[in-house]
């Protein structure tokens, strides 16, 4: 894991910004899906007709006495080169994680991808 730095750079704010709204122009990037009701267990995992989902995992623990929070992401991005193969080995999503881990204590913020 690494130690983030004190403080952002500068201009990160409105670097980061700009790169979502970019996001948005990628050629057949989707739209997400209409508001509809959850419905169960459809909605527990994975929406394949989407380009990009991810999933939060956040919490917080009390380990030897000290205070930690924790977060964890999980994206999952679609392939569409490979969506039209019926090979069950065919690579049909990407799967990236992203994870932070809080030292409350020593004010600390590790994280890692």
Known sequence: MHA????PPPGLRRRALLGLGALGLWPG???GLPARPLQFPRD?????????EWWYITGHAEAAGRQWGFQVTLFG????ATQGLRSAFAAKQLLFAHAALTDVRGRRLLHDQ
């Open 4 to 7: 983030a730095p004190p403080f």
């Open 29 to 31: 990037a989707a739209p």
């Open 44 to 52: 527990h995992g994975s929406h394949p007709e989407l380009r990009t």
């Open 77 to 80: 991005s679609r392939v569409d």
